[in-house]
């Protein structure tokens, strides 16, 4: 479950006061609204790379406020996807497994696991660099999914997409949310994305955010 329970944020001039939220465990959220409303802002507080400055977020109940981003347990896909790139897909979907110095016999059979779920398991040799938008998005994903988090939150991850590749990723998502049930927060500006995809939705408005 993902809770923000009267949060207030501040970054610069812009600031969100009094976000209440809750998805419960193994829910599928959307967060929509225009562009600089505080969406990625909201993504984050909760994986804490952004301090709240009052109110509280709780993960499946434990109130997770003031601890360190790698503590929380959630799996993020920025914007952007930050993909390593000298670091090979394969790599990535070790690496949050080696930073908690997990046993190389279950990195190896999480890899190949993940790989064949997320259909990449020809590529996992490759550096990133040459990788197309979606498989580009397949190994952000898998990385975020690597360590089997509580909560999975996801940026816009299929807006740079071509349609027949979006199409794909919602399939691959649904399966995801299907097979893993993680308590999903995904922000996009796609109405379909959000009606395939969520069993809730929010929106956010000049700071309100309100339950669609
Ligand atoms: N470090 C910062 N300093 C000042 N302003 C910031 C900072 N980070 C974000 N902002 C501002 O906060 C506002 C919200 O940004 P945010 O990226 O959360 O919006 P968004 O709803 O995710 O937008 P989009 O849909 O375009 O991704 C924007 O006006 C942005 O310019």
């Not at 979606?134 to 509580?150: D, K, M, N, T, W």
Request: negative net charge; charged residues 25%.
């Amino acid at each position: 479950m993902i809770e923000l329970d009267h949060v207030s944020i501040h970054a610069g001039e812009f600031s969100l006061s009094d976000i209440c939220m809750q998805v419960p465990r193994g829910h599928y959220a959307v967060l929509m609204g225009r562009t600089g409303r505080g969406k990625t802002t909201i993504l984050e507080s909760i994986c804490g790379l952004r301090k709240v400055t009052s109110g509280r977020i709780l993960i499946d109940g434990v109130d997770v406020t003031t601890w360190l981003p790698g503590d929380r347990q959630i799996g993020y896909v920025p914007q952007d996807l930050a993909l390593f790139p000298t670091l090979t897909v394969g790599q990535h979907l070790a690496f949050a497994l080696r930073l908690r110095k997990r046993p190389q016999s279950e990195i190896d059979e999480r890899i190949s696991q993940l790989a064949k779920v997320l259909g990449i398991t020809s590529l996992l040799g490759r550096k990133v660099d040459a990788l197309s938008g979606g498989e580009s998005q397949r190994v952000a994903l898998g990385r975020a999914l690597s360590f089997r988090p509580a909560v999975l939150l996801l940026d816009e991850p299929l807006s740079a997409l071509d349609e027949s590749t979006r199409a794909e990723m919602h399939e691959l998502l649904k399966r995801v949310k299907e097979t893993t049930g993680v308590t999903t927060l995904h922000v996009t500006h796609s109405n379909e994305e959000a009606e395939v995809l969520a069993d809730q939705r929010f929106e956010l408005h000049d700071g309100v955010l309100t339950v669609a």
